[in-house]
């Protein structure tokens, strides 16, 4: 498990760096609650600047990291 959330996290840093929100393909029919979602089936570009990486493991190993862009809540209006 700990090298699944390792590529997680890279994959993550990936996404910030390059502006791509990886698509999820196998996603073919949502649920009926999900349709006011904006989810996202294909790759998709845009400014990223933080994500949040969930892992849940046996025992209760239970970890959340956040990633983020350098100086990107400095960059942000609202926390001005």
């Given at each position: ?19 791509i929100i990886p698509g999820n393909p196998g996603l ?53």
């Amino acid at each position: 498990l700990s090298m699944s959330v390792a590529l997680q996290a890279a994959i993550g840093c990936m996404s910030i760096a390059n502006g791509i929100i990886p698509g999820n393909p196998g996603l073919t029919r949502p649920i009926e609650e999900a349709s006011e979602l904006d989810l996202v089936t294909r790759p998709r570009t845009k400014e990223i600047g933080s994500i949040l990486s969930s892992s849940s493991g046996f025992g209760g190993s239970n970890v959340s990291i956040l990633l983020g862009r350098s100086g990107w809540i400095r960059d942000r209006r609202e926390y001005d």
